[in-house]
């Protein structure tokens, strides 16, 4: 009995050993088929991967002495005396027959429960992991595999009578049909010849069709989204090409040698747009700043794809140089490294751009972008990338000077914005650390000056360019302080003061005391009213903007106020508080651009104040707009349908309407043509007297209701009644609903 035991744990462990091989197997299989999509190469890679696999394991040469072995290293009732199991009991002595009998007796309860060695969790992790790299490779492979234009849905041409025909004349019948479809070279598809005329190319395609009939046939010709083509008779059959070049719908019809006239239905052209290639920069900032003794170069690595190769990729890079009315411009091509494998579908593209090499001077600016060109044949298509910009910084920078005997100072050439103050007042506290007392507060009421410059450019604005020009106590000081005087005091604040602040102001002081010297007495209400006969105090802001702008002044005031008293973070608030109620004026101050951008015709001197107004009259326009609804062909079609299903008489009328109603859908078949194939098939069909019944009615305007669009909303005046007890009862009904 113990013999049996160990044999069958013995095929045990062979059956383990033949599934691991089964698992490799149909990996390697899996990792076949899905990379050729054929199913033989993937049977032939189940075949050879368990070969490989059986021939590595080797399941058939498991012998005994492994199995006994492994039964007393993982068996401790055996006592390691399960060999004697398979020695005949006539062989053993009596003491070896007595452990034979007891470890065949403790193996009956064991054995069967013992699990022989196996890897079937690696087995099985390396099957699907085989798996996936045959689905990752069939997803990259998919782009370089032609595109397959065969339609979906075959289908064959099917002509039906137009109209009711004798039963005892002889209808021709359609016996061969035959469409060739020439794909453009450039393309890189074969062509294909099919019976199905639903037709699916690219743009450019080259359409023949072959049409043979059994039976004499007057003439073939061709609907084609309402222009008619006739087939040309050869040996023996109907012929007609054309070139794609838009998707639609079109038909065949033909006429026998009694007059009676035979359709098709409507087939589908559906035409491929060959897409402009994708140009795209990969780890390039848009702006690239360079100084002029650093090393100025720039990677360009470029990934270029297309949908049916690239013809030609290359650098468009323009180089101005100058300023103002004397800048020139260079405009050069720049080929990439290595040579252009044209006809792939996708290239990586590097090239190292050297401003010095492009001739760049500082102060020079670099201009380029990457075009590329596809195989289309006659006209290639072309995009490019974004443009992307490199500046050389210029190391001169050009000073406002005077000469030295004028009496004035240098001054500014600009006034800085506020949010270039809040940028330097930032830095200014971050490098604190950084400075000695005198340099940072030196800094700090360079900052002040420069507020205070902003702060009387926007007081222009106000009409008071001198209201708040400094404080009281300035003023007063510079006006009483003589200009040049020997025994003058040294201020103690020159090291720490901009010279010019107290120089320019005291000129703006003098000059407003020249032009106001002969007043004899300032009136005093002039500070708390606004005089509208002075042109200096009227503005064109209304008033809630000069209120705001006055916010703005009174706090750039106390902005200037700290960083005079050098406390340039107790001024960052403001000076935030006052960037944003500047942006509010900006943004409100838009308007005026309409208001005074009207240039009005002169006035005629001879008219002006004469008061005459006989001339002048009143101007009334009226005007009614009609609400045109879209698809109204479309809409009255369907009511019409529900009236001729009712039971009511078909007219001639009735075919108009289905005939304008088609055009319509036929519009927006163009965009998607097998959205309304069916819909346009149905509303042909009713030219037919045969198909004029109740069940075809309802299918068509089925059909014809789910291409309609939802009615757009027709804004009008609704008269209703509605009361409080009304509007209740509504309301409770919504809540239970």
């Known amino acids: 009995m113990g013999d049996k035991r160990l044999n069958d744990f013995k095929r045990r462990w062979q059956l383990v050993q033949y599934t691991e091989c089964v698992l490799y197997a149909v990996g390697v299989a899996g990792l076949a088929y899905l990379a050729s999509q054929n199913f033989f190469l993937g049977i032939l890679g189940f075949a050879l991967g368990m070969a490989v696999a059986v021939l590595i394991f080797k399941p058939w040469k498991l012998s005994s002495e492994q199995t006994v072995a492994y039964v007393d290293a993982h068996v401790p009732e055996a006592g390691y005396s399960s060999a004697l199991l398979l020695m005949p009991p006539s062989e053993l002595s009596n003491l070896s027959k007595l452990q034979r009998y007891r470890v065949s007796t403790q193996l009956d309860a064991v054995i069967a429960k013992l699990k022989p060695p196996h890897q079937l969790p690696m087995a099985a992790m390396v099957m699907f992991g085989l798996i996936m790299i045959g689905m990752a490779v069939q997803f990259m492979l998919k782009d370089f595999q032609p595109k397959d234009l065969t339609p979906s849905t075959p289908q064959s041409i099917q002509f039906t009578p137009l109209d009711s025909v004798e039963t005892n004349a002889e209808i021709p019948k359609l016996s061969s049909t035959k469409i060739t479809i020439d794909q453009p070279d450039y393309t890189g598809i074969p062509n294909i010849s099919t019976e199905n005329p639903n037709i699916r190319a690219v743009t450019g395609s080259a359409i023949t069709w072959r049409l043979e009939f059994d039976g004499e046939v007057a003439n073939v010709r061709m609907d084609r989204m309402g222009e008619i083509f006739t087939l040309g008779q050869k040996n023996g059959g109907f012929i007609l090409s054309q070139t794609l070049e838009a998707s639609g719908f ?19 052209m559906e035409a491929i747009i060959d897409e402009a290639p994708l140009v795209e920069i990969d780890g390039l900032d848009q702006y690239s700043y360079f100084e002029f003794d650093e090393v100025k170069q720039l990677p360009v690595n470029t990934k270029v794809s297309d949908d049916f190769g690239i013809n030609d990729a290359y650098i468009v890079a323009t180089v101005s140089k100058g300023s103002g009315e004397s800048v020139k411009f260079r405009e050069e091509t720049v080929r990439f490294d290595g040579t252009l494998s044209k006809g792939k579908k996708q290239l990586q593209l590097k090239r190292l751009l050297d401003l010095d090499k492009l001739k760049m001077d500082p102060g020079d600016e670099l201009y380029f972008y990457v075009e590329a060109k596809d195989n289309k044949i006659p006209t290639p298509n072309i995009s490019r990338s974004e443009t992307y910009f490199a500046v050389i910084r210029d190391t001169v920078t050009d000073d406002f000077a005077v000469e030295s005997t004028l009496g004035v100072d240098q001054m500014p050439d600009y006034f800085r914005s506020q949010r270039q103050l809040i940028i330097d007042t930032e830095k200014l506290i971050k ?86 010297e002969e007043d004899e007495e300032e009136d005093p209400l002039h500070d708390y009213l606004h005089n509208h006969e002075d042109p200096e105090e009227s503005t064109l802001f209304e008033k809630s903007l000069k209120a705001k702008l006055r916010d703005a002044l009174s706090i750039m005031w106390d902005a200037e106020l700290y960083l005079r008293l050098y406390q340039p973070e107790k001024s960052l608030p403001y000076q935030y508080q006052a960037l944003k109620i500047i942006q509010e004026i900006k943004n409100s101050a838009r308007i005026y651009v309409h208001r005074i951008g009207f240039d009005p015709p002169p006035i005629k001197e001879e008219k002006r104040l004469t008061g005459n107004i006989e001339p002048i009259t009143n101007f009334d326009k009226k005007q009614e707009f009609e609400y045109q609804m879209s698809f109204a062909s479309s809409r009255k079609t369907v009511s019409r349908l529900e009236q001729l299903i009712q039971g009511f008489n078909f007219t001639e009328m009735d075919r108009v309407l289905f005939q304008d109603a088609g055009n319509e859908l036929a519009k927006k078949a163009v965009v998607e043509p097998l959205k309304y194939l069916k819909v346009l098939q149905g509303l042909r069909d009713l030219d037919k007297s045969v198909n004029r019944t109740k069940e075809h009615y309802a299918t068509v305007q089925k059909n014809l209701l789910l291409v309609l669009p939802q009615v757009e909303n027709n804004p009008g005046k609704v008269e209703a009644y509605e009361d409080e007890i009304n509007r209740l009862f509504i309301n409770e009904l919504g809540k239970n609903d």
Not at 250 to 268: H, M, Q, R
């Open 250 to 268: 079109y038909s065949f019809s033909f006429e026998d040698k009694n007059g009676n006239k035979f359709v098709t239905d409507l087939y589908s």
């Open 431 to 516: 490098d604190q650390p950084n400075l000695s007392e005198k340099d940072f507060k030196f800094k700090s009421n360079e900052l002040g000056f420069d507020q205070k410059s902003l702060r009387l450019k926007y007081g222009q604005f106000m009409g008071d360019e001198t209201e708040l020009q400094a404080a009281p106590g300035q003023v007063s000081s510079v006006e009483n302080e003589p200009e040049g005087e020997e025994g003058e005091e040294k201020d103690v604040l020159d090291g720490y003061s901009h010279k010019h602040d107290s120089d320019n102001e005291h000129n703006l002081v003098e000059e407003h005391e020249e032009h106001g």
